[in-house]
């Protein structure tokens, strides 16, 4: 593959996919499209700038011919998805944008590689998919039963794969990946939102009794998983992508607050969000027999790892919670945190 497409390559967890990359071929030209909506940042591709083999395009993937141009400009040969609205409380806000790009951006991208000869298309999916699981553990056969319209908006994404799959024949693969933490998220997700909120010792919002149960995947980890699949996952094949850390969420704040040196009365119990899923679970058989890929990082040095990359960059975050992000910030836990309980 001389060109890769990676769209959605400005956000959390596709910069880190484009910064390994960049590094690992240097003589692959990698091309970032990415609409740069409020969760995408270019500061998080600075480390690649000035790479040779990296390009950047703003544009939207649910716009075709933005696409298509990208695509015969690079001859693009293969195009992995990170292009996604991923956070479940804003699906329940406001869920418009989640179709938009996780179902109809999609089918763009997979039209258009159809049309245009791209050989492979890798799809960046989730574990949400599977909806929750009191015991065990999901296997890819399972069936997704989405509780949240982001999760929906994801299965729906993963359908349209599938059928360009059956139907055209093009090389498709799918990654399911657990709750995935590291440098450069944005700070709506629990792990940078309690860390940043924590280093201002400002109040911790945890949803209902913070027994929900995640499965906790580094970003590295997930990204090296991605990369092998890319490279060797069989046509058409779903690969689950487990960290293979169960945690609780009130034990992840509570290691946070350790890590920084803050006390647990910053925790504050607020009213649970509308079909919180209680547990997700996945098994990695299938990737470690096929692909032995097996996640590196242990849960406790990844999030140290984590606190201190934030402590140390507060260049990157502070000017991100300003302006819309506490507009949200308002709407989401103003009413829950007046009501809360210690």
């Not at 690992?24 to 998080?44: E, F, S, W």
């Not at 009191?134 to 908006?153: H, I, K, Q, T």
């Not at 096929?290 to 990359?309: C, D, G, I, N, Y």
Request: charged share 25%.
């Amino acid at each position: 593959m001389k060109t890769i497409l990676v769209t959605g390559g400005a956000g959390f967890i596709g910069s880190a996919f484009v910064r390994r990359t960049v590094e690992k071929y240097p003589d692959t030209t990698i091309v970032v499209l990415d609409k740069l909506t409020y969760a995408g940042n270019l500061d998080n591709l600075l480390p690649v700038h000035d790479a040779p083999n990296y390009h950047f395009e703003r544009g939207d993937i649910a716009h075709r011919q933005t696409v298509q141009q990208i695509i015969e400009r690079y001859g693009v040969e293969a195009i992995v998805n990170f292009a996604a609205e991923t956070h479940v409380d804003r699906s329940i806000l406001e869920p418009d944008a989640f179709i938009q790009t996780d179902v109809v951006g999609l089918y763009v991208l997979l039209d258009a590689a159809r049309q245009m000869g791209v050989q492979r298309v890798h799809h960046v999916s989730t574990d949400e998919v599977y909806g929750s699981v009191a015991e065990g553990f999901f296997r890819e056969g399972d069936v997704l039963e989405p509780n949240s319209p982001y999760a929906a908006s994801k299965a729906g994404g993963e359908m349209m794969v599938r059928a360009y799959h059956v139907t055209y024949g093009l090389h498709t693969t799918v990654t399911r990946g657990s709750n995935t933490f590291g440098p450069y998220q944005y700070p709506e997700k629990l792990a940078p939102f309690f860390i940043t909120e924590a280093l201002d010792d400002r109040p911790l919002p945890l949803y209902g009794d913070g027994m929900q149960v995640r499965d906790w995947l580094y970003v590295d980890d997930h990204c090296d998983a991605i990369d092998a699949v890319l490279h060797r996952g069989a046509p058409g094949a779903i690969y689950n992508i487990g960290g293979e850390h169960e945690l609780h969420n009130i034990e992840v704040t509570r290691f946070i607050l350790r890590t920084l040196g803050k006390p647990e009365s910053l925790i504050r119990h607020v009213a649970d969000r509308p079909g919180h899923d209680r547990r997700y679970a996945l098994t990695n058989d299938k990737i470690r027999a096929e692909l032995s890929w097996t996640p590196q990082h242990t849960f406790e040095e990844a999030m140290v790892a984590t606190v201190r990359w934030y402590q140390a960059n507060e260049w990157w975050w502070r000017k991100i919670k300003t302006g819309e992000y506490l507009e949200y910030y308002k709407r989401q836990y103003a009413e829950r945190l007046a009501g809360a309980g210690g």
